[in-house]
Structures are given as C-alpha cells and as structure tokens.
C-alpha cells in the first residue's frame, strides 16, 4: 500500500520560513517525478514545485527563488523549504508521486501564513 505523509505545516508570520516533509512507504521516491501542489480556499490546486527522477527541479515564478524541493532517498522522504513566505501562501500542501501515468497523494499539510 502505498502512502504519502506530509508534516511540517504551522502557522507562520509573513517573511519566516517553514520545511515541509513528505514520508513515502510503498513506494520508491528515486524512481517517481515527485511534486509539491497547494491549494488555497476556493482555488483549485496549483503546482509549486517537482522534482524529477534525474534529480531536475521545476517551480512556477509565484515561488520561484523562494521554495527549494530536494529529496533524500536514503529516507524515502521529499522536502520543500519555504523562505520569504507570503500570506498568500497560505494553502494545503499535497505532496505527490507520479510515474507511468499512476499518481498518488498525500492528505496534506496546512501552511497558514499571518501578515
């Protein structure tokens, strides 16, 4: 069975930063496109970062500069630090892996950020 576990959401003020972890079982994150996505009250859901399985990294420029995706694989564990956070940063962020078509995702992390 596989699972995805992001922790590390907390309310933080404008300009502080956070580390988001996502803990996978079942599968093996080295071999998946693994991705960041947020969602924000009555927004649908958007991209924030990814990183390939040849180690590439991709960001929209909302976070461009800001948000770092990097992964461990001894730990099966993908991160996303966040700097410079904004309120409207403030969403639920998913944690997902993708590979031939087959995706899986996490429950979510909620990020609030206070101006």
């Known amino acids: 069975q596989v699972q995805l576990v992001e922790s590390g959401g907390d309310l933080v003020q404008a300009g502080g930063s956070l580390r988001l972890a996502c803990a996978a079982s079942?599968?093996?994150?080295?071999?998946?496109?693994m991705t960041w996505y947020r969602q924000a009250p009555g927004k649908q859901r958007e991209p924030v970062a990814g990183?390939?399985?040849?180690?590439?990294?991709n960001y929209p420029d909302s976070v461009k500069g800001r948000f770092t995706i990097s992964r461990d694989n001894a730990k099966n564990t993908v991160y996303l630090q966040m700097n410079s956070l904004k309120p409207d940063d403030t969403a639920v962020y998913y944690c997902?892996?993708?590979?031939?078509?087959?995706?899986?995702w996490g429950q979510g992390t909620q990020v609030t950020v206070s101006s």
């Open positions: 079942g599968i093996i994150i080295r071999i998946h496109t």
């Open positions: 990183i390939s399985s040849g180690g590439n990294t």
């Open positions: 997902g892996a993708h590979r031939n078509g087959v995706d899986y």
